[in-house]
């Protein structure tokens, strides 16, 4: 290749150096030619730092280079050159080198002197780069800390289904969930109506959307004081900057980011994965942005039996959500039936809120109940699945209560056999549930559901029902007895 022959030759050698790094993709031009190798160390003593910088790139395709590159990287007086080193680096096995690296990582921290943009760009690679040849020590929050105020989002307008849950706590409904004070971040997880913990900064909230205005209000909030209250491990905590504005702002999160490492230095480094905590931007009113902190290490098992998922799966803390409106109507140790049960999510969620006698999931879908049993069996429950169509199901013994989560047309997308599923299924409700009992619907074809209680007035009464927003579509939750 002429750009080769001429890196070895000395000619052209710039221009050369960035023809070669846009043909690297193919390495094996690269790593095979020892003579250019040899070259490219050479090159690094270049008074070029342009020359230098590519150089080091392309050195990174040889898998015994970090040595010489640590070296150059000590040596190298130009700030802007020295994330190229690392860049070359970081493309090798870097495990004996792990420490050397920790090392320039707390150097670059603790530099007053380096621009910050700088700083910022070995950063980006040093950190991941780090991360993945070493064991993360993982963060572990006290059982018992100073108390903190933490929101519990939910559903929008459903936050009284978490009030019986927090009674022995300081907590009042906020716009996304309930906020509670609490001393101990481990006794909320067995919540299970509850989306999202997250923590709001305190003196950071109702800001402008702008870069003077969020820099302002994270400098004067409580987020060192809340990681000292949550923590006793004092180390970098690695975090990310969460956009959760109305009109995504790329360029604004990046700046972000690097002013929070500016002002924490000794508690922060921006990394794009293994992060331990994330500063979420969320715009609650427009133009205005409030900042949360969100452990993402903080790792809550309650779901963790949802090991099996379908398109069209319900969410955990929905389904718990739906179970808390439908408690009070439960029967326990009462025989329950979901005959559009899906990947069992909320069928599980009503035995862990209610224990029955006999519980039965039915689906025409045979991926969904392959999905369901699994699911069934990590949650620890017993639950009987039948793959058949529920519209031809019979039984000898009739039901307490039915629960299920209905298809809707844009699952089906065919609204005359839509029509069909829900006239049939309605029909059959009386041959399935015991006079008294109950059924619980969750679907966003309320026309469908309100025809059929029109028809079938004569045996079954609607209780309550629920309007639920999910994104720009409303679902409903239906509460009916039957006669």
Avoid: W
Wanted: with cysteine; glycine share 4%.
């Amino acid at each position: 290749m002429d750009c080769v022959s001429n890196i070895k030759n000395n000619e052209q050698i710039r221009e050369s150096l960035i023809e070669l790094k846009s043909l690297a993709g193919n390495d094996s031009l690269i790593k095979n030619d020892q003579e250019l190798k040899e070259k490219l160390i050479d090159l690094l003593k270049n008074d070029d730092p342009k020359i230098r910088k590519n150089s080091a790139i392309l050195l990174g395709y040889y898998q015994d280079t970090v040595g010489v590159l640590l070296d150059a990287y000590r040596q190298e007086k130009t700030d802007y050159v020295k994330d190229a080193y690392l860049k070359g680096i970081s493309m090798q096995d870097c495990h004996r080198h792990i420490q050397e690296l920790k090392l320039i990582q707390s150097q670059l921290i603790h530099f007053d002197s380096v621009p910050t943009k700088h700083i910022q760009a070995q950063l980006k690679i040093l950190n991941p780069l780090i991360l993945k040849n070493q064991t993360h020590k993982k963060k572990i929050i006290k059982l018992k800390h100073n108390p903190v105020d933490v929101i519990l989002t939910t559903l929008p307008y459903y936050q009284f289904v978490l009030f019986d849950s927090v009674l022995h706590l300081k907590y009042k409904p906020v716009t996304q969930g309930v906020l509670v004070r609490s001393d101990s971040l481990y006794d909320l997880q067995n919540i299970r109506a509850y989306k999202d913990m997250i923590i709001p900064l305190q003196s950071a909230s109702g800001m402008d959307i702008s870069l003077e205005a969020i820099v302002a209000g994270l400098k004067r909030s409580n987020l060192s004081d809340v990681l000292d209250r949550l923590y006793d491990d004092h180390s970098l905590f690695y975090f990310r900057v969460v956009d959760g504005l109305r009109e995504k702002n790329a360029s604004l999160i990046k700046k972000v980011s690097e002013k929070l490492f500016e002002m924490y230095p000794e508690i922060l480094l921006n990394t794009t994965e293994n992060y331990d905590i994330e500063i979420i931007l969320r715009e609650i009113k427009r133009g205005k942005v409030n900042a949360y902190l969100r452990l993402t290490h903080l790792k809550n098992p309650r779901f963790n039996y949802r090991k099996e998922v379908i398109a069209t799966s319900l969410q955990p803390y929905v389904a718990a959500t739906l179970v808390e409106l439908a408690k009070p109507y439960m029967k326990e140790n009462g025989k329950v039936l979901d005959p559009f049960v899906g990947c069992g999510t909320l069928l599980i969620e009503r035995n862990f809120a209610l224990p029955s006698k006999f519980a039965m999931g039915i689906d025409i879908y045979g991926l969904g109940i392959e999905a369901a049993r699994k699911n069934t069996k990590v949650a620890g429950q017993n639950i009987y699945y039948v793959h058949k169509d529920a519209l031809r199901f019979v039984n000898n013994e009739m039901f307490d209560e039915i629960i299920t989560d209905m298809p809707t047309l844009s699952q089906v997308n065919d609204a005359k056999q839509l029509k069909d599923i829900y006239d049939r299924f309605f029909e059959r409700i009386r041959r399935l549930v015991k006079p008294g009992g109950y059924v619980f619907i969750y679907t966003s074809e309320i026309s469908l559901v309100r025809k059929n209680l029109r028809l079938q007035e004569g045996y079954l009464t609607l209780i309550e029902h629920y309007e639920i927003p999910r994104g720009k579509n409303m679902f409903y939750f239906f509460i009916m007895q039957v006669k």
